[in-house]
């Protein structure tokens, strides 16, 4: 093609009054990172001159003045997951703006030199309008080098920060539709596309950048490019999130969903979708029983036993409880809930039978002892009462008694025959629960044991 010169009427018939220099930086930037997607060439710079003078770089194809024209490119919109830009009016923007703020604008390519200044619009040569002088090219360079004088160093890196690529967060784990990235201390989340800032989150658990964008996405970034709408990009969040299988990121979703009781949830917690999702990857990364509050309540000790067992306790709202017990982790293993663990427990154990003549004559003493016992509160139907010397394989089995409802027996571990009144006190614990279905560490069971105590305690001062 050959080289054009003259000058080029911008026609800016509306000037973006709330831009700054930064705002124009950053389109600036968004073209020359956008050349580097398209060619797969080097990174571009951004480097500051002996002279004081600031250079935007890339290594692509190099600026033509057809750029100038104000249509939106077709080779962006053919691939808008990978590129930043959507309209050709950036450019033109960004030079009004730099013009508006006293910056002066010269940049190089292989094809022209560019530069602005205002001129008489053609035609109508009283009016001044904002041209850009298309001059043959001074420098022999690959790409566009775009030289910014009289901008603050400050605007550069404002211009900066609504880049991921230039942030330093550390990203947690990337999914086909984008990445999930930990919000840096002291700053607010921040939802990017394609690696530009569209939108802060001051209540977001992560920040996220949309690789894979949609339609509604791709209509929502206007020709400001900020301040884009919760609506446009949330269900590609949750989308996101719902891909999400590490540990890392699972950990931090169920300890800030854990907080639900006391209503200090971030945002990303609120979709019952999100909530759910947690908990399944949760549970096939980590040894966990999930539980609501009022079970918690209701089976402290078996959730004591879950602990025992180095299982992590973790709290779930009312509201997924009933869908946890249809719904698989990311492994496709069953969650773990408090009745799932109540059959594993039930099911681990293994005992060792003790046989009564196998005992010492101190150890059948305080065994006898069962005897006066039930003397005194009766004898539960059909109950059998034996001894165990192991009640699971585990390394940390601390059972002392078991009560079986379902077999109809009471098992003490031998153990405790070594001393009678630690004997006394288990056995009417596990005769407690012959009399109550609730369990251990609630109102209904203390009532119940209270009444034996009371019923010995008569017999004794007899």
Known sequence: MATQTGKFDLNMEEVLEAWGPADATREILANALDEQ??????????????????????????????????????????????????????????LATFHRHGIDVTIHSEHNTFRTEEAPKHGFEEISTLHVTIDPPERDIEGTDVILDGISAAAIEDAKSNFIRYSDIEILESTAFGDVYQVEDGKDAAVYVTGLKVA???????????????????????????????????????????????????????????????????????????????????????????????????????????????????????????????????????????????????????????????????????????????DIVGHPQNYKYRIASQFRATDTDQTRALHQSAEQRIIIHRDVLANQPEFIGVFLHELAHTRTPFPDQTREFENVLTELLGEVGVAALS
């Open 37 to 94: 997607a398209l060619t797969d060439g080097p990174d571009p710079t951004v480097t500051q001159g002996n002279d004081g003078r600031w250079h935007i770089r890339d290594y692509g194809r190099g600026l033509e003045y057809e750029h100038l024209t104000q249509s939106e490119n077709e080779e962006k919109l053919e691939k808008p997951d990978t590129v930043i830009g959507k309209f050709g009016v950036g450019l033109k923007d960004a």
């Open 200 to 374: 802060e989150e001051p209540n977001f658990l992560f920040s996220y950048n949309i690789t894979n964008t949609t339609k509604t996405i791709r209509d929502a970034l206007n020709r400001e490019r900020s301040n884009v709408g919760r609506t446009a990009y949330t269900t590609r969040v949750k989308k996101i999130l719902q891909e999400c299988d590490s540990e890392g990121v699972a950990k931090r979703l169920v300890k800030d969903l854990q907080r639900f009781t006391d209503g200090e949830t971030h945002d990303e917690l609120s979709w019952k979708p999100i909530q759910l999702h947690a908990v399944r990857i949760l549970n096939a990364r980590q040894a966990v029983v999930v539980s609501t509050v009022d079970e918690q309540q209701d089976h402290r000790d078996l959730l004591d036993h879950a602990e025992d067992d180095g299982h992590e306790v973790v709290t779930v709202p009312d509201r997924i409880r009933d869908e946890l017990s249809d719904t698989d982790d990311v492994d496709g293993n069953q969650i773990r809930d408090v009745t799932v663990y109540e059959t594993e427990y039930n099911d681990s154990f293994e005992f060792d039978w003790v046989d009564e003549s196998a005992l010492t004559p101190s150890e059948q003493s305080t065994w006898e002892a069962r005897k006066q016992i039930l």
